[in-house]
């Protein structure tokens, strides 16, 4: 039986900032192609949760973080070159 | 994994990130940077842009700017040029960089360039020469402001270039067309004052100052008043007056020359008014007339002349006829006195004697008589169309009388072409000259004349009216002739306009009819239709003055015997006037002056010298004087008997003389009732 591998991505962003936007449709799309049937997507909007950023370590947005599967991975930008993401995050 | 192996590992990741978010940063798909300081995120793009447009603003306004924008360094290189200030010094704004303060600006111009950019003034302007890259010089007009760094010291400047060489031009164009105004309103013929609210003299020119006889200093700041005739002063505080309502015209005045005499002029004046629209005075452009007016009296005078010798030979031919008429019926008088003999009239009964005499010698009498008094009527117009312009003398004329001799001049030229309608209405007199009027009168009556073809004098008509409308006396002068077109009736009062073929007019006369109706306050028209012909309508305001009446002669009752001395150089007359004194007075009468003055040597005494004006031996003025002396009381009976044909000296002589002249020729019963007048 094939073993469900849990993913968990998490995507910081600024308000409705123009490449935050463009980053929350790429990222959804990307867990769409790659991750189904099962993942998480949680975005955090870092003008309403400032504190967050430091926490977790965030210098700019639009970021993209893979918490799960360990280890975990960052990606910067609109997430537009699909190519680099599933070269960054690998593919399901 | 060792434990540096994951060291390792993890500084590659976190080397990898930073290469990430570089590379992130630089392709523009960041949005925020999370500030350490403040531990929050600061959007990138808000503050990109808001950079981005607050540069674009100042480029923008950098750019388009009319004035140039020009920025050196602490050691005078240029920093920056825009490009209105590059294109204004032709270069391109790449080109300037670096271009030293000193091949911009002129080099008479550095020192002042230096001394305005080490003040360290804000703001300053002032005036420089700018050198184009084509060597030539630009005006500009430069306003500097100093930049200094955060430490305070001089690190620069920056100035603002205006363009000067177009006000500059402006500016010359200005002086020049000020320098061309100052000349022709000085070299101009005619002359120009300005006064103030008050008439005060601001501004003559030196024509108007010539003209009275000054020079412009001299009249500067006095009142205008004092340069003017007292009519000159009445028209300008009329026209002051208008002047103030903002009316600009023209009037004819009279000012007053240095030496006293009057200039005639012709002002045409302008209200001045400050760049607020306040009345500040006047202006006036003055014309000296004096020389035109009397060139045009000449004129109307010749064209009178001229009319009259057109009509010569119709004044012959009416001379002529009555002339003939006394003549033969003196010859028939003296044939039968001559036939008398032995029928004297003594012989027949009183009745028939009576009849007789009536028949014929009273009635022959009465003809010649009547015939002679016609001969005098066209002699005395002849005389008035005459007049030289020193006896033109403005009175109030019965325009029916003027008319009448008009008509008696005119008649040789209407009694082939139409019948004579005559219309007068009672009008009162008007205020003109007689001679004047009787020209435009014959004028009128010619041209309604000649406009009908010789020979229907039955089916045409010339209807002559006077009545008066509403104040005004209107004479009328209508014809049937062809009438004149539309085209052309607006021309009829224009000088040199004629229709008449060469030869038959001159084209003066309307036009000079024109000038003397309106000068007299009158207006000439013309209401033409073509076939049905044409009237001209005179309109003249009622004179002001009443007609002085000559008070009728009256025949005296026994007057007084006097002793008469008659001179004259004409022994017609001598024997004439002895016939017709000679009864009722002691009458000594002599041909020669020399001896009228010999018998008052010799102590002879007379109530009455009756004496003629113009004498070959001796005038009539030189015997005045000579009495003079002799006995002043015996010069003061004079009374001079003329036959017209007056010289200036003559005039002013009889109008110093205060007994009234006799003119010839006279009637016996006003010479007696003259005589017996002065000898009361």
Known sequence: MKTIKAVHLRLYVAGHAPNS????VNAKAFCEAHYLPGYKLEIVDLMDHPL?????????????????PKPSRKVIGTLTDQRQVVLALGAG | MTPLANKNAALTQRLS?????IEA????QIDAVVDTRTKGPVLLTKAQDALRASEERYRQIVETANEGIWTIDANSITTFMNGRMASMLGYTQAEVIGLPLSSIVSKAQQPKAASNIESGRAGRRSESALIRKDGTEL???VSSTPRLNAAGEYAGALAMITDRTEHREAEDALRRSEEQYRQIVETTTDGIITVDRRGQVVFVNKRLAEMLGYEPREMIGKPSMSFMTLTGQAVAKAAFKRRENGVADSSDSTFLHRDGTEVTVHISGTPVVDSKGNHTGSMAVVRDVTESRRLQSQLMVSDRMASVGTLAAGVAHEINNPLAAVMANLDYI?????????????VMSPAMRETWIRDEIKAPLNDAREAAERVRFIVRDLKMFSRSPSEELKGPVNVKDVMESSLRMAWNEVRHRARLVKNYG?????????????QVFLNLIVNAAQAIPEGNADTNEIRVTTRLDSGRVVIE???????????????VFDAFFTTKEVGGGTGLGLAICHRIVTDIGGELTVRSEVGAGTVFRVSLPEAVIEAVTVEPAVIPQGGRRGRILIVDDEDMIIRILTRILGKEHDVVATVDARKALALCAAGEKFDLILCDLMMPLMTGMELHSEISLLSPEQAKAMIFVTGGAFTEKTRSFLSDIPKEHIEKPFDAANLRAIVQRYLR
């Open chain 1, 21 to 24: 936007v463009l980053a929350i």
């Open chain 1, 52 to 68: 967050r950023a430091l926490e977790d370590g965030i210098v700019v947005t639009p970021t993209l973080v893979r918490l799960m």
């Open chain 2, 426 to 438: 009672t009008v009162p007199d008007v205020d003109a000259n007689e001679a004047r009027l009787g």
């Open chain 2, 334 to 346: 003296a044939d039968v006195v001559g036939k008398l003999g032995g029928n004297a009239p003594g």
């Open chain 2, 477 to 491: 002068v209508t014809d049937t002739g062809p009438g004149i077109h539309p085209d052309i009736i607006n021309r």
């Open chain 2, 25 to 28: 940063l630089i392709s523009g």
């Open chain 2, 139 to 141: 005006w500009v007009s």
């Open chain 2, 17 to 21: 990130e930073a290469e990430a978010t």
